[in-house]
């Protein structure tokens, strides 16, 4: 079976076009919201969508992200509500690929075994723990690759070369460039600086490239659509939401992303 | 027993420990290792340290037979590690010297830690000062309202105290906030990690410093006690004073190790620090190790009388000598603690930390059962000053409060509670 992320990027490919990857919490800001956003997002313009599993301690997230997760576990989501939500979704698309972003002391909560199955069966395609680095993932990575799901892993400013043809080695889907020193959300990134590091990843990892943490707009996500395979956008599309009047979060949301879209399509 | 050579390259303790974190801090901790690798057994670096224990904490710290106690409960006769009369006043100001000197020679001018009572924050901030570094301290902001003096005393030492506002505002929201500092700050900065938990190699090397208070021990209690003490006793929040005086007495198979954890109101009410021995394992600030936490494995808030036991997690080879049978794990509830503050201040005319008093409590239970010529050697891992104020309180008293404080008092009582505090201020 192809993985629906290979499907979509190669398709991309073909086009010769640059991946959308918007990031919402799931559960915020309210637990009715998510399922629609989702389906407003794909309308929208999003190659994939990175759905992001609440965590009561996210260490990697800025203050938007950890407030929009602290808001959905005060309202209940969890891990297992997350995947009915992905069952949920599958119901009406069957295309776009859902990659699950979060903390690993939920998955080993739930039994990693456990969790993979589930996540395969709600059609589930790609997994990133922030906190398994390669050297602890061998064996989830192995887990995740037998159901067909992708592991995917992050890559920092500061990884040495070794490190980035390890994750070469096992990473599946696409890689994430995290653009700068810093948590998701933070301050202003150098273009340059983010176009010579992707392109020096590009050369060693068989995968797409996304690039994210700090892309906010429109103007950094064109500029950094134009060197890298795919713009992952979180922060400011969840405080869009969470600005949004309540029943209409799904509909701002879809309309802010369709503008990136027609940004990164110029 | 086979030799105990833990934690292994990857910073395991059997299942436990590791490097659970983002690819953000790999770099940062790679280089740590190396230049641990490199300064461990260095010479020089080794005689820096021990010269700075010397001269500026005060050590060794001395072992002293509670006698007067000992005779009252009819037992084993019961020895304190005396780390309350540190310098700073614990034992963590050893750790901290221990990093500051790594962060000296990596060319760090900027260190920041992570504090819950405020002890490491303090201890930080001596050092700081002392070696001309710059330093900001993450406190939870409900820990900054409990603990004030040493808020204020960490300012006179001039560090910068940043409050904490996100997720419980205690320890643990501390340590995140201290972990997105260091990954966004990661060239200048070095993150002085106060207990044995965090990504490897943290656990080893607060161990590694830390583990002076045990091997002092070994020197001293043939002199003090004529042999080596049947059972060593220390409070368990992190583990760092429990693993420095555990860990050199790892290969002695007949003194057994005992870790006292905060059983808060009751280990059956659910308030209460005792990851041991009622968590389970799972991943939190780049460690596996026993964790509170929920069914859906979120990590779930502490109790503690003790600020410095109010810790969801602890240090990973305390989980794993608990699963091999090297160590045991016992919970002391806020109030017996609170009886032995009270009686060891009347009997032996020491006032502990509440922390310590975890550990001397459950040395006094087992004492009793002993006979005479048993030996119980606790940690005390650090004086009380810092908690006059929750101890009276919990006494009923009223301490003396100057007028602006009852002032601040009456305004806190009163809906523009927030702006007449502002005013009293000024």
Not at chain 1, 110 to 118: E, I, S
Not at chain 2, 176 to 195: K, M, P, Q, S
Not at chain 2, 328 to 352: M, N, Q, S, W
Not at chain 2, 362 to 371: D, E, H, R, W
Request: glycine share 10%.
């Amino acid at each position: 079976m192809m993985n629906r992320i290979n499907t979509t990027f190669s398709a991309l490919k073909s086009n010769n076009k640059t991946a959308l990857i918007p990031f919402i919490t799931a559960g915020d800001p309210t637990l009715e919201s998510t399922l629609p956003t989702m389906h407003a997002l794909a309308k929208a313009g999003a190659d994939v969508i990175e759905l992001g599993v609440p965590f009561s301690d996210p260490m990697a997230d800025g203050p938007v992200i950890q407030r929009s997760s602290e808001r959905a576990l005060a309202k209940g989501m969890s891990l297992k509500k997350v995947l009915a939500l992905v069952a949920e979704f599958r119901k009406d698309n069957a295309i776009t690929p859902i990659v699950l972003m979060g903390y690993a002391n939920p998955i080993e909560a739930m039994g990693r075994q456990a969790f993979v199955t589930a996540a395969a069966d709600a059609g589930v395609d790609g997994v990133l723990v922030v906190d398994y680095p390669p050297e602890e993932a061998d064996d989830f990575s192995a887990m995740l690759i037998a159901r067909d799901l992708a592991p995917i892993f992050l890559l920092a400013p500061t990884s040495s070369t070794e490190r980035v043809q390890a994750v070469g080695r096992l990473a599946r889907g696409y890689v994430y460039y995290v653009s700068l020193r810093g948590v998701t959300g933070a301050g202003n990134l150098d273009v340059a600086d983010v176009a010579s590091k992707v392109a020096a990843i590009k050369a060693i990892v068989p995968v797409p490239v996304g690039v994210g943490f700090g892309i906010r707009d429109a103007a950094t996500a064109r500029a950094v659509g134009a060197v890298a395979d795919a713009v992952v956008i979180g922060s400011a599309l969840v405080q869009t939401m969470l600005d949004a009047p309540p029943t209409q979060v799904a509909e701002t949301g879809g309309a802010w992303l369709a503008k990136i879209r027609v940004a990164l399509d110029q | 027993m086979k030799p105990y050579d833990l934690p292994d390259a990857r910073g395991h303790f059997g299942q436990y420990g590791g490097t659970f974190v983002a690819e953000t801090l790999i770099q940062a901790l790679d280089d740590l290792k190396a230049q641990y690798a490199k300064y461990q057994h260095d010479p020089e670096f080794r005689r820096e340290f021990e010269n700075e224990l010397k001269h500026f904490v005060g050590r060794p710290s001395p072992v002293y037979h509670a006698k007067r106690w000992s005779d009252l409960l009819g037992g084993a006769q019961i020895y304190f590690k005396r780390e309350d009369l540190n310098h700073t006043g614990a034992h963590k100001i050893n750790n901290c010297i221990g990093q500051a000197l790594l962060a000296k020679r990596l060319g760090k001018p900027r260190v920041i830690a992570e504090t819950g009572a405020g002890q490491h924050g303090v201890a930080t901030a001596t050092i700081a000062a002392r070696y001309g570094l710059e330093c900001v301290v993450y406190m939870g902001s409900e820990d900054v309202k409990r603990q004030a003096q040493n808020v204020y005393r960490m300012k006179l030492l001039g560090a910068t105290v940043v409050p904490v506002e996100s997720g419980s505002k205690t320890l643990k929201d501390a340590l995140n906030e201290a972990l997105r500092d260091w990954v966004t700050n990661v060239d200048n900065t070095f993150y002085i990690i106060g207990t044995v938990a965090g990504p490897h190699p943290y656990p080893m090397l607060v161990r590694d410093f830390q583990a002076i208070i045990g091997q002092e021990c070994i020197a001293q209690m043939p002199e003090q006690a004529g042999r080596q003490p049947d059972a060593v006793i220390a409070c368990v929040g992190g583990g760092s004073n429990a693993m420095g005086i555990f860990y050199p007495y790892i290969p002695y198979e007949n003194t057994r190790l005992i870790g006292v954890e905060a059983a808060g109101e009751g280990l059956e009410t659910g308030k209460h620090s005792a990851s041991l021995t009622k968590g389970v394992p799972g991943v939190l600030h780049g460690n596996r190790t026993y964790l509170l936490q929920d069914e859906n494995g979120q990590i779930i808030e502490t109790h503690s009388v003790s600020a410095g036991l109010d810790y969801p997690g602890v240090g990973p080879e305390h989980a794993y000598l608990k699963d091999i049978g090297r160590a045991e794990y016992v919970g002391i509830t806020d109030d017996e603690a609170l009886k032995t503050f009270h009686d060891c201040c009347r009997i032996e005319g020491i006032i502990p930390a509440l922390e310590s008093a975890h550990a001397i409590s459950y040395a006094t239970k087992l004492a009793p059962t002993m006979s005479k010529d048993k030996v119980l050697l606790v940690n005390l891992s650090g004086r009380g000053d810092k908690d006059m104020h929750t101890v009276s309180m919990k006494s009923g008293l009223s301490f003396y409060c100057h007028p602006e404080c009852e002032l601040g008092r009456h305004a806190a009582a009163s809906p523009n509670a927030e702006q007449i505090i502002k005013l009293v201020k000024g």
